[in-house]
């Protein structure tokens, strides 16, 4: 006892300084508190918000890992088996893909749009689906050599300036990935869903299940995928050759999604495409397009079910 008085007496600053560094610890602690608090807040605060794009009800994202998949011909077969299907309803097709957009060739359509009184670009008609792309605005023989912040510029114009008519439908085809345009769109509209498209190749099924789960964790609805070019049918006696094993239906029954359609690696396909007349318009009642169809009306009814 009389060790410890002395030591209180003759040692103030050692006791003074501890009990400092305690009251210190603490006052750290809470500011650290209070700062991390501070900091969620203001990220909260600085996401942008989700706002629906005026005129427009549904919007249903065609995605893809990997390029060369087929997402774009998907896109825009799906918009016009949309049409097709329900010739009631308003179905629109955005081309989101400002370095590669395929809209304007697949859909045969290159004049620039007319601008509306209120200063918005109107989309382009063709085979009964509106229709808006960078392609629209720039050459076609142009490379489009932006940074970031001028892609995002110009993906602000085209989800905010223009003046779509009362769509039902909006299909947004997407560029391959999980950057940027695909962060935007998610962070800046309310998606009703994507579609991912792949084919059979472990290279594009593991990219593809990155891209579901970046969708996942965003809580975006997944409709289902898409396996394109799994098969091939023989021309003389349309016998389906089957060309890989079945890693999609591994990967989907691993997300716990379905496979919607399966594609076929078909010349028509292609031809009908690059003419700039997708097979469900130049060959209506082809197995090819029946297909589409039937991936159309599995998309309206995921749709229809994530309004209930």
């Known amino acids: 006892m009389y060790f410890m008085a002395m030591n209180r007496k003759f040692f103030p600053y050692i006791f003074s300084k501890s009990k400092r560094k305690k009251v210190d610890i603490r006052f750290n602690h809470e500011k650290s508190g209070n700062l991390e608090n501070r900091q969620a807040q203001l990220m909260a605060r ?27 011909t998907t896109a825009v077969n799906l918009s016009a088996a949309m049409k097709s299907v329900k010739p009631n309803k308003v179905v ?7 370095y590669g957009p395929s809209v304007p060739l697949m859909m045969n359509l290159h004049e620039s749009p007319l601008i509306s009184k209120d200063n918005k670009m109107i989309p382009l008609v063709n085979y009964g689906v509106q229709c808006m ?24 114009k085209l989800l905010r300036q223009v003046a779509w008519n009362a769509v039902d439908y ?73 060309l890989y094993g079945s890693g999609t239906e591994i990967l989907a029954s691993e997300l716990g999604i379905d496979v919607l359609q399966d594609i076929p690696l078909d010349k028509a396909i292609t ?36 309004e209930q």
């Open 46 to 72: 600085g996401l942008p918000k989700q706002k629906p794009i005026i005129g427009v009800k549904h919007i249903i994202l065609v995605a893809s890992g990997k390029g060369g998949v087929g997402k774009s």
């Open 92 to 98: 629109g097709l955005l081309d989101a893909d400002v």
């Open 133 to 156: 792309s960078m392609g629209f605005l720039v050459d076609e023989k142009s490379p489009v050599m932006w940074r970031g912040l001028m892609v995002m510029s110009a993906l602000e």
């Open 170 to 242: 909006l299909v947004v085809d997407t560029p391959p990935g999980t950057g940027d345009t695909h962060l935007s769109l998610i962070q800046n509209l309310p998606l009703a869903g994507v579609v991912l498209v792949t084919t059979p190749q472990a290279a594009a099924l593991e990219v593809t299940r990155r891209g579901a789960i970046m969708f996942q964790k965003l809580k975006v609805p997944i409709a289902g995928i898409v396996q394109n070019m799994s098969t091939v049918v023989c021309p003389n006696c349309h016998h389906s050759l089957a």
């Open 271 to 306: 031809e009908t495409t690059d003419s700039g007349k997708p097979i469900v318009i130049a060959e209506p009642n082809s197995s090819q397009a029946v297909a589409y169809k039937n991936l159309a009306e599995k998309v309206m009814g995921f749709l229809e079910k994530q």
